[in-house]
């Protein structure tokens, strides 16, 4: 059974003559006065309706005057009358049901002609009503042709029961009927494919010599002209290049045709598409296979220049160019018409759904309120487009009603207009004067989409020097990225042409445009959207390492439009819980880890973007950072588990928590900085784990680290998210990968050095199980207030600091992690002053605070040290962030300059320099005084 119609209601109604709102009016006097004399049980409201229907259209006329007697009662139930109809086909053989199938649709055409001109079914019903009559005829008429090939095994291994279920083969309803949206006299598209795996190797040519044939009786048996009538037109074109295929073929030919040749109109026949009869199952599981192909992964802008291009093509072949007439004009090709909401609506879906799957869904109406609810355009465009397509969708009912014509233009007559506007009840000057109105809108609100300006503007003499390489990127290899990109070169170089620093912006530009590997997307989405190439210019003239990292990761782009880009950052738990819901959403372990890297990526470059912006300042970037790669562990963490529980069964004992070290426990990352890292389990007593392949606790949790490690960091198709450091796991390089509670407790208590307990005064859980994560810290905190007690932390210290001064000397200015007073030597400090304090402090400035209110350094020199390690640490921020984690340029872009002063609020970058090398000073001395002495 197909699904009812959406938007349909299915209880039960009332009469239609207690719902009329509206009848037309009669163009034809006699006609009318005919047709309610044949329908003399007819009163009232009803009585007018059945002589205005008549009075204007000759067909219904027709119908009326057949379908008389059955009339009545249709008209006291209109919606049980479809329903009986529809019910009518079952167990009928060919011959019977070819003429029951045209009687059929006479009595549901003129039931729902009398529904729709009386205003008592809205637009779904009436459209639903002769959808739902296609689903039932050709369901009852793939049976009935099937039936006789089973009963003389014509079909191996086809048994009677499979007759249900199609013998395997499939219809699909495509366009219009797909989406329960037949206009009145509509042809339907239909694709026929079959699972070719229902049949043994040796039997498929023979099967589909069958299923070809039965293909074409059911086209006949629907679409042929009879002296009964004809049920639907219809269309098979839509198939897989239907100028060389068969007429039903495999479905495994299908998707690899697809896959390999598969153009943009085809993805957008199939957002319509739908299994209607035959092989239900098989034929929903094959439009999920299409999934890839009709959802790009990316945002697809480049279908709107395909878009636009068929647009095109059709006016010129149609000859409907040109300035709008009334006269003839093609209410669904022409300007402003239903094909132009059509393609508006089902581009913006082909751009936006393999992102947004919300967006998938077959009609119209239901397409643009989507788009709208998720931002994608405007409520008021969406408003707007559903009014009119509507509108317009009644006046190709009416133009088709007239004479059961399958046409969508207006009457090329003043007669044929007069007879149109009688039959909407409306003046004709009235009529002509709001269908230009409407016409003129939709072509307003959609030009511009399908149409993007650029082309034809000079292109600024500007660094030709540098341009005369373009053409010899990989990006601009083919001649679609060429024509795209000329449209774009003019406003590019206009705009690279005005930065602060030009010759610095165009050459950033040129290094992003260089390490492109291809073009057409990238370049159709800065056609569409021409904020992106304003961002771009902005980041090429003021964060090279950005523009690289764009280069590379080009996609992340999407997030820019793809809504709430510039929203409040949502926090780590919503983007853990956010992660975590794409992850599921995928259909395997490989997915899980291409999905989290486009997440991860997006994200990150958000955070660089609002940094550039100024909407974010150093320590708020870092901030997150890190919960950017607390989320990401933490929502991966379960993946790594669920795919070795699969193979080796669930974690035994306790579970796992992963402890994060350095600047991430600490809560402060940078835009490249690497993540340190401790798995730590709990057994619980239990030797191995549960499951299809069995291992040894040890095994199970050294196999889950290593598989989260190759989840963090090992490049996939979408690259790699973080690389990993596990060197201070107990033991370093030559201990286990995954450290047991008890034996990270022992390790920690009884062998560990100085330095393993300063680290750990930055560690912190952030993913596992709750309580083993609970227990860890308390563990934590219990060991630092123990180790407080003790006697060589800052003798030990000392002897570190020299060793680190040895291996890398001060270099000062803007190397601002190595040497006497820079970043490291502080940080370092200030751990031994949480650890001396007994302070589960983390951050710097906390870690700091903890050792003045103990008494271990003043007041004066613990503001020293603090400002010491904001400053550079904001810097460090900034450099990070221009050069991609690089090292710090000789000389900043223009840009650049101006972020490094916003941040700092330096009077110029020597000033700020003296500045580093000043605060160093002052923190190296406060620092190596308080290390003076023999001991605590």
């Not at 774009?488 to 590997?517: C, N, V, W, Y």
Request: aromatic share 6%; hydrophobic share 45%; with cysteine.
């Amino acid at each position: 059974m197909t699904p009812p119609a959406p938007g349909r209601n299915v209880a039960r109604m009332t009469d239609l003559a207690s719902r009329l709102r509206r009848a037309p009016r009669p163009f034809d006097t006699d006609r009318a006065h005919e047709a309610r004399a044949e329908c003399g049980w007819a009163s009232g409201g009803l009585a007018e309706l059945i002589g205005g229907t008549a009075g204007c259209s000759p067909f219904l006329a027709g119908l009326i005057g057949r379908e008389a007697a059955w009339l009545e009662a249709a008209c006291a139930d209109p919606e049980a009358a479809v329903e009986a109809e529809l019910a009518s086909f079952d167990g009928l053989d060919a011959a019977a049901l070819a003429p029951r199938l045209r009687q059929a649709k006479r009595r549901v055409a003129l039931i729902a002609a009398l529904a729709d001109l009386g205003g008592a079914w809205p637009l779904e019903e009436v459209t639903g009503s002769l959808t739902r009559l296609a689903d039932a005829g050709l369901q009852a008429g793939l049976r009935a042709l099937l039936a006789p090939q089973v009963a003389r095994g014509k079909l191996p291994g086809i048994t009677e029961a499979d007759l249900e279920t199609g013998a395997g083969m499939c219809v699909f309803a495509m366009g219009k009927m797909g989406a329960f949206e037949l206009n009145y006299s509509s042809d339907i598209d239909l694709i026929c494919l079959y699972d070719e795996t229902r049949y043994d190797e040796a039997d498929r040519h023979e099967a589909r010599a069958i299923l070809v044939r039965v293909t074409r009786q059911l086209a006949a048996l629907i679409g042929d002209l009879t002296g009964e009538g004809y049920v639907f037109r219809t269309d098979l074109r839509l198939r897989p290049d239907a100028a060389v295929t068969p007429v039903c073929l495999s479905m495994g030919a299908a998707e690899q045709y697809y896959e390999s040749v598969g153009r943009t109109w085809e993805r957008a026949a199939w957002i319509k598409a739908r299994p209607c009869a035959g092989d239900l199952a098989a034929g929903g599981q094959f439009v999920s296979t299409l999934r890839p192909f009709i959802w790009r992964r990316h945002l697809d802008f480049h279908a709107i220049r395909d878009a636009h291009d068929m647009r095109l093509k059709i006016r010129d072949h149609k000859g409907l160019g040109g300035a709008l007439n009334l006269m003839g004009h093609d209410m669904k090709l022409g300007r402003g018409g239903i094909r132009e909401i059509e393609f508006f609506t089902q581009t913006r879906q082909l751009i936006s759904g393999g992102r947004d799957a919300s967006l998938r869904v077959r009609g119209t109406v239901e397409g643009l309120e989507r788009l709208a609810q998720a931002g994608w355009i405007e409520a008021g465009v969406a408003e707007g487009l559903t009014t009119h397509y509507r509108a317009h969708r009644e006046v190709e009912h009416r133009v088709q009603m007239i004479a059961d014509q399958q046409t969508h233009m207006l009457p090329s007559t003043e007669e044929g207009f007069a007879r149109l506007a009688a039959f909407m009840d409306r003046d004709a000057a009235e009529l002509g004067a709001e269908l230009t109105e409407r016409l003129e809108a939709v072509h307003e609100l959609t030009e511009d989409f399908f149409a993007p300006g650029g082309a034809g503007e000079a292109v600024p003499d500007f660094g030709r020097e540098t341009t005369a390489r373009w053409p010899g990127y990989p990006a601009l290899r083919s001649d679609r990225a060429v024509e795209i990109f000329d449209r774009l070169r003019p406003e590019i170089l206009k705009m690279l042409s005005e930065a602060a620093r030009p010759d610095e912006a165009l050459a950033q530009f040129d290094a992003f445009l260089a390490g492109l590997p291809a073009g057409v997307q990238l370049f159709s989405l800065f056609e569409a959207n021409p904020q992106l190439t304003r961002l771009l210019v902005d980041i090429c003239a003021t964060a090279p390492g950005l523009a690289k990292y764009l280069s590379r990761n080009a996609g992340v782009l999407d997030a820019v439009i793809g809504g709430g880009f510039f929203a409040d950052w949502p926090g780590c738990e919503a983007l853990r819980s956010e992660l975590s819901d794409r992850l599921a959403r995928q259909p395997d372990h490989e997915a899980r880890l291409d999905a989290a890297r486009v997440w991860a990526k997006e994200i990150h470059f958000r955070i660089g973007v609002h940094h550039l912006r100024g909407l974010i300042d150093a320590d708020r970037a870092g901030q997150e950072y890190a919960e950017l790669a607390e989320a990401a562990v933490a929502a991966l963490v379960p993946v790594v588990i669920d795919d070795m529980a699969r193979r080796h069964g669930p974690p035994p004992g306790r579970g796992l928590t992963v402890l994060a070290m350095g600047s991430l426990g600490a809560g402060r990352l940078g835009s490249s900085s690497d993540l340190d890292l401790i798995v730590i389990y709990d057994a619980d007593g239990q030797d191995a784990s549960d499951g299809p392949r069995p291992l040894a606790a040890r095994a199970w949790y050294s196999r889950f680290t290593q598989g989260l490690i190759t989840a963090l960091s090992a490049p996939t198709s979408e690259g790699k998210l973080y690389e990993v450091d596990m060197r201070l796991r107990p033991s370093g390089r030559q201990g286990p990968v995954a450290t047991a509670l008890p034996a990270f407790r022992a390790y920690q208590q009884d062998e560990a050095w100085t330095w393993e307990h300063l680290a750990l005064t930055r560690a912190r859980p952030i993913a596992g199980e709750p309580a083993l994560r609970e227990e860890v810290e308390a563990f934590r905190r219990e060991l630092i207030a123990e180790k407080a007690r003790g006697t060589s932390v800052r003798d030990d210290l000392a002897a570190m600091r020299a060793r680190l001064a040895e291996a890398r000397p001060a270099q000062g200015g803007w190397a601002l992690r190595d040497g006497p007073g820079r970043l490291q030597d502080v940080e370092l400090f200030a751990q031994s002053l949480a650890l001396r304090a007994g302070s589960p402090a983390r951050e710097v400035p906390a870690q700091i605070a903890a050792g003045r209110e103990a008494g271990l350094i003043g007041e004066d020199a613990a503001a020293d040290l603090t400002e010491a390690a904001m400053l550079m640490r904001r810097v460090q921020c900034v450099i990070r962030l221009l050069t991609g984690g690089g090292a710090p340029p000789e000389r900043f872009a223009e840009g650049g300059e101006r972020l490094m002063l916003r941040e700092t609020g330096a009077e110029d970058l020597d000033a700020l320099r003296r500045a580093l090398d000043a605060r160093a000073e002052r923190a190296e001395a406060v620092i190596a005084q308080a290390l003076q002495g023999d001991g605590e």
